[in-house]
């Protein structure tokens, strides 16, 4: 993160503060809006502007998430209870956001459609434009102070450093140029022999810190492997990605109230400019109301005073058409949200869902792991993303003896390291006695409990003992089996993948995780 | 040279795949017992709010067609939770290494989230009728409400048997998903009707409560784990709660409906949603709290106690030094997943203290563990 509480440089507390700032500054902005919305429906004692006040609410819960979630991802110390710091705040911030702003979108379909079985006219379109002006120079104001961080963009562009001179992996947050070469080797010792980020501090007393008075950038920047070069580069490219998460939520939000109040403006616009309304005293007739089967309740209240629905008009109210323009508008605006809200929706969510990252290949991985020498099988190869650029990996590795483990412990390290993978644990396990070379059964059990939640969970677990309660659910589960044998990478959710029976080269490094 | 002909089985051709993969869920959902209860009550959901929608369009009331949106909205989460116990029991593959299984703790949270925004949406707009106490049209409010909140009951009677009735072998609870309270909710809206510039109100009231509490995709174990009844206790509350939440809920609307036939007080009708909402917030805190715990990595709340012993017996092994970063998480419910390092001393029997470890703890319910030795420079 963008360095604790305290000052450590001169980039330290600038960007964490440059979007705290942000957050609250429109936050501010919006609370006020939302109590001059109130005050204002109250006034006009108009029920349409009082709901749109709690459509601005919304946002400014929406904000208060975003700076919730800021606020905690800067614990980046480990405690006792969240051993990786609370890291992950950002991402569930903008699952947050994403899911409140789908159901917001949901509500305005309702509302939308429930206009246009039921269209009224605005009354008093002057109060409503110049609310709805306010209000969308608020939000353009808002869409500018996050457009830093906005759909895809970003900021900072500067290298990002956890190559060790060899390969360049650009994680998704968006180009960087080439950065220097950096320290390889001693860059390497540092993250092996410091706590990596999430394991700061030892307030539990059983850590010991390495490097005691290391605080978190410190680390962080070692983590990356270019120490000392670019502080300020580390901290805000530490940011981009799940910071840029966060922020992205806040300004679909913001985007989504821009249009809203875009909608509400031309509306009024319209409807003054080209509605013909009914004179306060006088008969009148509307003749949009009248043509649907609206029950006569609804039909006298709409002829303003004392009229009844039969009477004839000598006014004709206005155009109907401009009755039905603002449930389009909310259906467009509602598609519009709902396209730009579902990649971020998508991302968080695949990321908490403990997603292997995209730009890493594990099966390039595997291979690279396998054809070191003193390596004879690897098992369990987890690789997920905690949040942002910090990507976890785990795995068992089969080696002959301890010592040719420790051999290639370090190169196993490397290999992950340039990918992008910093905090790895990996876990020796040693050839028994008289075992069978090479393919390697996992020597501790390595069966896990979920393999029995999923579909034809023990089809090919050939380490553990089979277990009768899975075959339960074989059953249901043998239509799929026969149906997808393939064993490429799919990404899609819609196809359950089979695990690769046909493939028993592959078999062995996938055979525990069921 | 002869052509080859290979039948190819990667191959078939889209429509009839489209059929296969949809068969392939309904046999998925209808094999577990709690997903089955699930999809029949989401049916049960969605014909009341067709017959709604149906009978509103028939009599032309605007609320009552509100209303069966509101339910087909409440439907969605449903729906949600049998998608997320579909894909819970997908494989794993390349790109999800862990398989599918915290789809549930992922729905449990999003429904818990939804279910928020609308106890929000209901407090506003009973915020709204109580500064303008529209019509309410009372008269469609009794019956509607009575059938809500036999709905309801029946969704307590189903889900409170089906819920959590597998024992093991072992004769444990387990403790359920999270899943598991995240789609019990229900929530009876009060009336709400919309009083519009032109002053045309209506009102109706919906008392439809629908509590339902599905069971869940959870692990089965061989052995007992001491840790895990803890949990499940905390869990089974909290659905319990919350379905009782949405009766009280229900038989609000219908005390209210009550009151303003009798005497017309008007006014019982937001104060009644505004209650209601209150309740939906409270009771569904617990449960965000715990995914949201989940979701974070955070240390299993059932294994804090026996951490700190089981470090205490690693580090009393011969040949171990001392024990650093230690990670333990939450996969799903009752799957743990650890990571440590150990320091040891350079003649230290690696295979011994790996094993030894994990069985120290796997006794703790443990089961994924990945222990990294680093052998002390001497």
Request: glycine share 8%.
């Amino acid at each position: 993160m963008c360095g604790g509480m305290a000052a450590r440089g001169p980039g330290g507390p600038r960007c964490w503060q440059n979007r705290r700032a942000r957050l609250l500054c429109m936050l501010a902005l919006t609370f006020l809006f939302f109590v001059v919305e109130v005050a204002v429906s109250r006034v006009t004692s108009s029920l349409a502007m009082l709901s749109d006040s709690f459509h601005m609410l919304s946002d400014v819960m929406a904000l208060v998430v975003a700076l919730v979630a800021v606020r905690f991802a800067q614990r980046t110390r480990a405690t006792k209870k969240n051993t990786f710091g609370w890291v992950r705040a950002e991402v569930m911030g903008a699952l947050v956001n994403a899911v409140f702003l789908t159901a917001l979108c949901f509500t305005i379909l309702l509302e939308a459609i429930e206009r246009f079985t039921e269209p009224h006219e605005i009354q008093q379109p002057l109060v409503v434009i110049a609310v709805g002006v306010a209000g969308l120079i608020i939000n353009l104001l808002g869409l500018c102070l996050f457009n830093h961080h906005g759909v895809g963009g970003h900021g900072h562009a500067h290298g990002h450093g956890h190559s060790h001179g060899a390969r360049q992996q650009h994680p998704r947050a968006g180009p960087k140029p080439e950065p220097p070469p950096g320290d390889g080797e001693a860059a390497l010792h540092r993250e092996e022999t410091s706590t990596l980020v999430e394991n700061c501090s030892s307030s539990n007393g059983v850590s010991q810190e390495k490097l005691g008075d290391m605080k978190d950038d410190m680390a962080d920047l070692q983590v990356n492997g270019n120490a000392g070069h670019y502080p300020l580069d580390e901290e805000e490219v530490e940011e981009d990605s799940s910071a840029q998460l966060n922020m992205r939520g806040v300004f679909l939000h913001v985007f989504g109230d821009a249009l809203g109040s875009v909608i509400v403006v031309v509306n009024a616009l319209l409807f003054y400019g080209l509605w013909n309304p009914c004179p306060e005293d006088g008969p009148c007739f509307n003749p949009c109301i009248n043509n649907h089967c609206m029950e006569n309740a609804t039909l006298s209240q709409t002829l303003g005073r004392a009229n009844k629905s039969e009477q004839e008009g000598i006014t004709v109210a206005g155009p109907c058409w401009l009755l039905y323009l603002d449930p389009v508008l909310c259906l467009i605006m509602v598609c519009i949200l709902l396209y730009t809200t579902y990649p971020l929706l998508r991302e968080s969510a695949l990321i908490l869902l403990q997603t292997v990252p995209k730009q890493i290949d594990v099966h390039s991985l595997n291979s690279k792991l396998r054809t070191l020498e003193g390596v004879e099988a690897i098992h369990e190869l987890h690789i997920w993303q905690l949040a942002g650029s910090r990507i976890i990996g785990t795995a068992h590795i089969k080696c002959p003896d301890p010592s040719t483990y420790m051999m290639v412990a370090k190169r196993i390290k490397e290999i992950f390291h340039d990918e992008g993978i910093h905090a790895t644990t990996i876990q020796p396990e040693f050839a028994s006695v008289g075992s069978e070379s090479g393919r390697g059964k996992c020597e501790l059990p390595c069966r896990t409990q979920c393999a029995l939640k999923q579909c034809c969970g023990t089809a090919e677990d050939s380490t553990a003992k089979k277990t009768e309660k899975s075959s339960s659910l074989s059953i249901s589960c043998s239509e799929v089996v026969i149906e997808f044998p393939k064993t490429r990478r799919t990404k899609s959710e819609s196809i359950p993948s089979v695990k690769l029976e046909a493939n028993t080269d592959q078999n062995e490094q996938f055979e525990s995780s069921l | 040279m002869l052509p080859l002909s290979i039948k190819d089985d990667e191959y078939k051709p889209p429509r009839l795949n489209l059929l296969r993969k949809v068969s392939g869920w309904f046999r998925s959902i209808l094999a577990d017992k709690t997903s089955r209860n699930l999809f029949s009550f989401l049916c049960l959901n969605l014909s009341f709010a067709f017959v709604e929608l149906l009978y509103g369009i028939w009599s032309n009331s605007l609320g009552l067609i509100s209303d069966s949106f509101h339910m087909f909205f409440d439907c969605t989460a449903l729906l949600a939770g049998l998608a997320a116990s579909v894909i819970s029991k997908w494989r794993s593959n390349d790109a999800f290494s862990y398989g599918y299984v915290r789809a549930e703790v992922l729905a449990g949270f999003v429904n818990g989230l939804f279910l928020i925004f609308t106890a929000f949406f209901i407090f506003s707009e009973g915020v709204e009728r109580a500064l303008e106490p529209p019509d309410v049209h009372h008269e469609r409010l009794l019956p509607v409400s009575i059938l809500g909140f036999i709905v309801n009951l029946i969704g307590i009677f189903v889900f409170q048997h089906g819920g959590h009735g597998h024992s093991h072998g072992a004769g444990h609870e387990h403790s359920h998903s999270l899943f598991n309270g995240g789609l019990g909710h229900g929530h009876s809206h009060g009336g709400h009707g919309h009083s519009h510039e032109q002053k045309h109100t209506h009102g109706h009231s919906h008392g439809h409560g629908h509590g339902h509490s599905h069971g869940q995709d959870y692990c089965h174990d061989d052995h007992s784990l001491e840790a895990v009844a803890g949990s499940s206790k905390q869990i089974l509350q909290g659905v319990f709660l919350h379905i009782v939440a949405d009766t009280l809920g229900s038989i609000g609307v219908i005390i209210s409906a009550i009151l303003m036939q009798n005497y017309g007080l008007m006014i019982a009708d937001p104060i009644c949603s505004m209650l209601i909402a209150l309740l939906i917030g409270v009771s569904i805190v617990p449960l965000l709290k715990e995914s949201i715990g989940i979701l974070m990595q955070r240390t299993p709340p059932s294994l804090e106690n026996a951490l700190p012993q089981c470090y205490q017996r690693v580090q009393q092994l011969q040949g171990v030094y001392s024990l650093h970063d230690p990670h333990f998480w939450t996969l799903c419910t009752d799957v743990y997943i650890g990571t440590l390092k150990l320091l040891v001393a350079p003649d230290a029997d690696g295979r011994w203290i790996l094993s030894q470890t994990h069985n120290i703890f796997t006794q703790a319910g443990v089961r994924q563990l990945y222990i990294q030795i680093d052998v002390a420079a001497m």
